[in-house]
C-alpha cells in the first residue's frame, strides 16, 4: 500500500473537492455531506477522548427502540450528527440506530436529495473499558419525489449507496469512506484538528488471516454455519487455520480485517436467528466499503447489497471480509 508521505500533505476536504472535480455533473451536495460528517466525527471523537473525565461514562439509564441499554454516548453522538447535518440544505431524511422513526429535516431548514443513515455509536457496550468504538454512516439518493424523505427512500438496498464510511475511535481517530471510486482512510491529526489522507486506495488481501467472530455462540449455530467456523479455524483440514480475533465493536474488527485481510461473521444463531446486526446502519455500509476494497459480503443466502430491505431496524446475518474466505462462506452455505 502506498503511504501519504510529508511531502503531500492531503486534507480530507482538500480530498472531497478533488474527487467532486472528476465528476462534472456533481452539485457539491455529497461532498458538503461528507465535509459534514467529518466535522461530527471529530466533535464525537472529542467525547470519546475525554469520556473517562467528563462523566458520560455508563448507561444513561434509557432503552432505545431495540431494547438495548443507551450510553450517554450513544444519545450525544446521534445528536451530534442530527445537529451537524439537519441545516445544511442536502438531505431529505435521516434514519439512526438509536431513533425509532425517521429522523425528519425541521421545516425551518431546506431539504435535499440524499438520505443519511448511521449507527452513531458502534460497540458502545465497550465505552466503559476503553476500547474503541465507531461511527458508521450510509448515503442514499432520494427516489420518492417530495421535499422530505420516506420511509421508502430509506429502504434501498446497498447497492443503491453512493456513499459509506465508518470512523473508528482507537488509538488514532480514523476517517474510512468511499463513494464508489476506491476506499481511502484519513488519520486525524489531533494537534491540526484535520483528518488528513494516510491510507489512499486501500486494497483488502484476497485472504485473510483473521476471523471475527464471537465463539460464545458456537453452542447456538447451526449447520452448516458451524461447518463454515471449523473450515475458517482449520479444524477439518481444508484451510490453513485463522486466528480468530474479536474486539466486540465490528468497525474495529472490520478495520482490522479491512487492511490486513479477514473476515467478520455474525451469523444467525438459535438464539438470533434473524442475526444481530443491521442491515440498514452496519453491514451495508461496511459491505459497500469492503467490496470498494476487493473483498465480498454475504447474508448466507445472497450478496450482501442485493438484499431489499423492509423495515428500518432489520437485522441480518453477516459475512464480510476478503474475497476467497468470503466465497468459501457462499459456497459452504449455499449462497447465491
Ligand atoms: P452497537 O453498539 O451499535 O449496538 O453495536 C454492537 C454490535 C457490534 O459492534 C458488535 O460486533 C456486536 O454488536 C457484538 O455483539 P456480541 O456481543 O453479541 O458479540
Ligand atoms: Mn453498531
Ligand atoms: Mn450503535
Redesign the pocket.
Known sequence: MVRNTATSVVTIDRFIIEQEREHPGATGALSGILTDLALAAKMIANKVRSAGLADVLGSAGLENV?G?VQQKL?IIANETIIKAMDHGGRLCCMAS?EAETLIPIPEKFSTGRYVLLF?P??????IDVNVP??TIFSVLPQKTDGTHGTIADALQPGSAQVAAGYVIYGSSTMLVYTTGNGVHGFTLDPLLGEFLLSHPNIRMPETGAYL?V?N??EQYWQEPVSALMRRYRGLDGQRKAMNVR????????FHRNLLGGGV?A?PANAK?PGG???LL??CNPLAFICEQAGGAATDGTQRMLDVQPTELHQRTPVYVGSKGDIAIAREMLGAK
Open positions: 431495540q438495548e450513544d440506530e449507527d455509536l458502534d460497540g458502545s457496550s465497550n468504538v465507531g471475527s464471537n460464545a455462540y474479536y474486539v466486540g465493536s465490528m468497525v474495529a474488527d467478520f455474525y438470533s444481530k446486526l443491521r446502519y452496519e
